[in-house]
């Protein structure tokens, strides 16, 4: 069993730091045991280097920069044990432009294997789509969906 | 392997049948809050066997049959069909896999894989040999509680000692 | 005791009706005791009745329709005793176009009595400001801030 | 009364004097993530004597104080000053009311009104007087938290009851 978690924060810790570069575009990550003596009882922690500042503690990080960490140790594991397909729900709203750029270059690399799902409301994200569906309510309380070209994706999102 | 069409009928706000094609690459979903996107999402958690009210948003599991509108009555029984492309991972399921969920508002269930019919547990073990499906649902409001959370938890479960 | 409680609870409940029409367009919203013949025991329920929808429970409604109404009951416990001004940290995250428009609206409306400070990173909440301030940190871990022009604002945001 | 202007020294991410002039309407504050805009958001809620170390998103109060970066050596003190413009709300207190409020490292505290020394107890129960403040700060956060946590208790305080 021990060998097992310390294989599984191996894998996970490599994955981080590659994700984290490429989304945070620059600094380093790092994913370890705080006391890799007694590996089973020992808490994990995210060591996080963001260029230039000193932080001391994760909950010193912005909104932004928190949802950021999180999304890149979630895609560490799953790039651990990645299943055919990917499903992500508005993960892209705390993001700023330039976030959500190094984002959806990153989700962009990723669908050259898997199958990816986005939910969004945010134009920089639709823009990375090969098909795009629309989701709407013309009956009250009953959903319909349409596939939608491109050039209309700004109507259907009112 | 990737996920070819998605059908829901009667599941959360969707009455009507409504068909989703998928292919390789990034398809996109937008739309306006409440028109029923991230019931799509809850709809593909549920066919791969998840019965957590949590992360199906319910509390319980009748709240997921259409429940009706100012126009519509409520449905009688949902079902979502989910056809996967199987390009040789799991070649005893030949080279569609088609999962069928049904839930009655009478509390009975059916459950089918390629229209034979099978328990819940044969789709919840499919989904595991399918594999890292725990970390293929990213949604908005989750991730925000991972970093107070307890990460050493993850790594637990997905090392299978948890 | 009671009666205080009682009259903050329909105060509120009046303004709740009145915010609740003009930030969802349409429906109704009610704030009410649960057993009004024991106010201080009694939990409070919001009734929330959109257009076309039969929603039994708060649960039931999506991400950005549980975000509109929280923020409708904020927007009236904030009416019913108003400071001179309020301060909005990227309340428009969650909401599509035609939320975001119609807060907007009724922002603006505010506005006209009140000071109101918005911290957003999206370009239609932007546009109804009057003054625009761009928070960077060019030298690392260090903030500055510069007044800016509205017809530069998409520079700063990057 | 409005506020006129906002001056921050050392606090969060600020090591330099930051000063930001306010006027009647709607001021908006763009940038990057982690620039500081909810650093600002933090200042005026501190000026104003909350002492909440889940509202100021630290653990202790010693973390306000800039902790120095790459190139910078950490702050010995912070200093937030805030002028309001008063239009005969509160006339006691003159045309203008400028509270300030300084920590250092030591632990020690300095707070004054229009510049002359009072207490904490002081700037908390003019806050009071202005009113309405608890419900003047609205951030994303702590919305999604609202409907499904006690709204009765949200009421009990705000009737004074709680
Ligand atoms: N059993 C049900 N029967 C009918 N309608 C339902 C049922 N369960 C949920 N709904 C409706 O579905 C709507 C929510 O849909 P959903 O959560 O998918 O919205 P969304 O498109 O994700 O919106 P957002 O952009 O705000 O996240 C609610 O308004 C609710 O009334
Ligand atoms: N005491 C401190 N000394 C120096 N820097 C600090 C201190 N406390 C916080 N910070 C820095 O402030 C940054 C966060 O700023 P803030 O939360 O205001 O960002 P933001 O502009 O609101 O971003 P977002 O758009 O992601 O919400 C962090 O990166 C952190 O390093
Ligand atoms: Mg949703
Ligand atoms: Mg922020």
Redesign the interface.
């Known amino acids: 069993?021990i060998n097992?978690?310390i294989?599984?924060?191996q894998a996970?810790n490599l994955e981080f730091g590659l994700v984290f570069e490429s989304v945070f575009g620059g600094g380093s990550g790092k994913?370890r045991l705080v006391d890799p003596d007694h590996p089973?009882e020992?808490?994990?922690?995210?060591v996080a280097a963001?260029?230039?500042?000193?932080i001391?503690?994760?909950?010193?990080?912005?909104?932004?920069?928190?949802?950021?960490?999180?999304?890149t140790?979630?895609f560490a594991?799953?790039r651990?044990?990645?299943?055919?397909?990917?499903?992500?729900?508005?993960?892209d709203?705390?993001?700023?432009?330039?976030?959500i750029q190094r984002l959806c270059g990153f989700?962009?690399e990723l669908?050259q294997k898997?199958?990816?799902?986005?939910?969004?409301?945010n134009p920089l994200?639709?823009r990375?789509?090969?098909?795009?569906?629309?989701?709407?309510?013309e009956?009250?309380?009953?959903?319909?969906?349409v596939a939608?070209d491109f050039r209309d994706?700004a109507r259907?999102?009112? | 392997?990737?996920?070819k069409r998605l059908s829901i009928y009667g599941f959360?706000?969707?009455?009507?049948e409504?068909r989703?094609d998928?292919?390789?690459?990034?398809?996109?979903?937008?739309?306006?809050n409440?028109?029923?996107?991230?019931?799509?999402?809850d709809a593909?958690r549920w066919i791969f066997g998840d019965q957590s009210p949590s992360n199906l948003r319910c509390e319980k599991i009748e709240d997921l049959i259409f429940f009706?509108?100012?126009?519509?009555r409520s449905a009688g029984f949902t079902e979502v069909k989910l056809i996967?492309e199987n390009e040789g991972?799991l070649p005893e399921f030949g080279p569609e896999i088609e999962i069928t969920r049904r839930f009655y508002r009478s509390q009975e269930s059916d459950f089918y894989i390629n229209r034979s019919p099978c328990r819940l547990k044969d789709i919840q073990d499919l989904a595991l040999r399918?594999?890292?499906?725990s970390?293929?649902?990213?949604?908005?409001g989750k991730?925000?509680e991972?970093?107070?959370g307890?990460?050493?938890r993850?790594?637990?479960e997905?090392?299978?000692?948890a």
Do not use: C, W
């Open positions: 069993a097992r978690l294989e599984k924060i996970v994913v089973l020992s808490p994990v922690e995210i963001l260029e230039g500042k000193r001391k503690r994760l909950s010193q990080l912005s909104g932004g920069e928190q949802s950021l960490l999180a999304l140790l979630l594991f799953y651990v044990n990645p299943a055919p397909f990917l499903i992500l729900d508005e993960v709203a705390p993001l700023d432009d330039s976030n989700l962009k669908a898997i199958q990816i799902i986005i939910i969004t409301h994200t639709i990375i789509g090969d098909y795009l569906y629309g989701v709407t309510m009956e009250p309380g009953v959903s319909k969906v939608v994706a259907i999102m009112e | 392997m990737r996920i959360k706000s969707f009455p009507e409504v989703l998928f292919h390789r690459g990034i398809t996109v979903i937008v739309g306006p409440g028109s029923g996107k991230t019931n799509i999402f593909i009706g509108s100012s126009q519509r996967l991972e399918i594999g890292g499906l970390y293929a649902f990213l949604e908005s991730i925000k991972i970093i107070r307890n990460i050493k993850m790594f637990d997905s090392a299978g000692i």
